[in-house]
Nanobody, 121 residues
Framework: VQLVESGGGLVQAGGSLRLSCAAS????????MGWYRQAPGKQRDLVAY??????????NYADSVKGRFTISRDNVKNTMYLQMNSLKPEDTAVYYC?????????????WGQGTQVTVSS
């Protein structure tokens, strides 16, 4: 499985962006997908995830983005989205998409290359 993010950029506080993560390869092996972010000098943190396996469609969000961000997936296009509204300067980070992929009886973690989101005050 390969992941390619797009949609990052510069936006003013209060604005919106939509990130996309296109998956290719053996996408049937994907159990869950998520978005993480990493600000300079900080650890990479989970933003949201969506289950695509037996818990298909269930989602979870970090408290800091609840009510502002929405994660979704288009199974036909094999693409995951992160709609980000009411953006704040503290949302500035590199955003990475992530997939938990079944490899036999094990789960492997696949990462995209990241896309920069900058929110100006």
């Amino acid at each position: 499985v390969q992941l390619v993010e797009s949609g990052g950029g510069l936006v003013q506080a209060g604005g919106s962006l939509r990130l996309s993560c296109a998956a290719s390869g053996n996408t049937f092996s994907i159990n869950a997908m998520g978005w993480y972010r990493q600000a300079p000098g900080k650890q990479r943190d989970l933003v949201a995830y969506i289950m695509t396996g037996s818990g298909s469609g269930s989602t979870n969000y970090a408290d800091s983005v609840k009510g502002r961000f929405t994660i979704s997936r288009d199974n036909v296009k094999n693409t995951m989205y992160l709609q980000m509204n009411s953006l704040k300067p503290e949302d500035t980070a590199v955003y990475y998409c992530n997939a938990d992929v079944w490899a036999g009886q094990n789960i492997e973690v696949v990462w995209g290359q990241g896309t920069q989101v900058t929110v100006s005050s």
